[in-house]
């Protein structure tokens, strides 16, 4: 089948390289509004053509939305109004909002919402690998609201990338990935710049980071221009937990503060138990 | 030479591997409280014998201590007593505390405090490998206090594992490593019990975890019976560091609160600059 992928970064470019390698496309057409991605992701080999939106739309089988969470909800409208009876699907990380935007779209029976649980910390085309979804999750949300066939050629597509398919409903899944994947990355820009402020005063204190640090620190290198959006629409549960996180982080500090070394023992033995998920 | 580990754990045992294989050390004789961990050490072949504390010291040109940093300030004074010219190292991750203790001991020009920068969320001997140290950096702390050929020693010993050697005064040290390492620990360890304490709610929160989030709480993982004694002899630098990082998080509450994308997006940009320091 023709693939349209609008977003030719981390994510679409990804899915791109994995379309092909799995011949379940046989021909990509990429969509960006930036120029330079659209050309690297020619250049690149990820997609054999770019055109615009409606030409792409037109000619496809299925519509892949892999751009940040904000284009989507200006984006999703536009592309369900171009449509006959070509399947769409996003990748994004949000989705109650997304849902709730097409509710009384006619063609909303051709949407369907997903998101495939893999990322890095880099993004744009260039940043795009192979084997990316293979083995991971991915999630498919409000599957009852999807056309049979677009449900189906969906589960298809995630079957044969190798992914385990969850089906959630879209409130339920704002809420986990508020805590399996949301808090990480604040914590992680917050850790990064608690560490940044104290290196203007200290210039050495880089040479000592070790991998601990690196890999709390990772996610930091995340890109404002996916994230901003993924916080700003899961406002709620992103302050639930962020509330949370802040007042487990409080009962270490008052461990410190009061030399109670029971407590603190017993914070960090209660944290072990991540073991149980976590390999 | 002939080198006593006492604690044959993961830094112990980490070391007496990389002390064999570069031909450092001919002999390895292991000390350690627990029974279990000794045999363990044996069975392995991680030391070449078992003796009493006594025995060890007697025997071995260089004895490094590879326990928990609270026991480091039992153990220091007393392996101190026991030396004739034999070098005393210590692996610890603290070392104000510890040189304090010892500042008038009459042996301590035969100590030289280390810190390897370099370990992982396992404990014990099994958790033990093999190239550990290569590559990584060092802090040699306060060499000014040790005689010339004590500090020789442990250079030359730490260059030929390969090891980056950073001098600083003690001070400095415990500063630096509360922000490069404490409080990766303390966000991972209180990550996890956010995330534990929802999942009592939630059953299927985890199978959506990806990546990002299992490198942001790796560090849960960690053992309380190394770090409890750490967070506490390094409790003032590590409420300094607690504080700004808690801070910093209200950031980004304060952002999600009041819709302001644009400090959001700032913040995240600032934090982006971690990607001058970590690759």
Redesign the interface.
Known sequence: MTVAIIGVGLIGGSMAIALKEKSIAQRIIGIDTSKEHAEKAMQIGLVDEIKTLEEAVKESDLIVLSVPVDAVENLLPKVLDLIDQQIVMDVGSIKEPILEIIKDHPNKVRFVATHP?????YSGPQAAVRGAFEG??T?ICEKESSDEDALQLVEDLYSKLGM?I?F?NAR?HD???A???H?????????????????KE?D?????????????????????GM??PI??QN?DN??D??????S??????A???K?N?EY??E?????????K??K
Do not use: D
Request: aromatic share 8%; hydrophobic share 50%.
């Open positions: 649980m893999w990322g890095t910390e991971k999750a999630v385990q969850v959630m339920e809420v986990h990935v805590y399996v994947s808090i990480s990355h604040i914590t992680s820009f917050a850790l990064a710049n608690t560490v940044l402020e104290k290196e200290e050495a204190i880089f040479s000592l980071a070790s991998g601990g640090f690196e890999s709390t620190v990772r996610l930091a290198k995340s890109n404002p994230w901003v916080f700003m406002k992103v302050l937990v962020l509330n949370e996180h802040i487990q982080l409080r009962k270490f500090k461990c410190l503060e030399g070394e603190l023992k914070l960090i033995e209660n944290a072990n138990g991540i073991r998920i976590i």
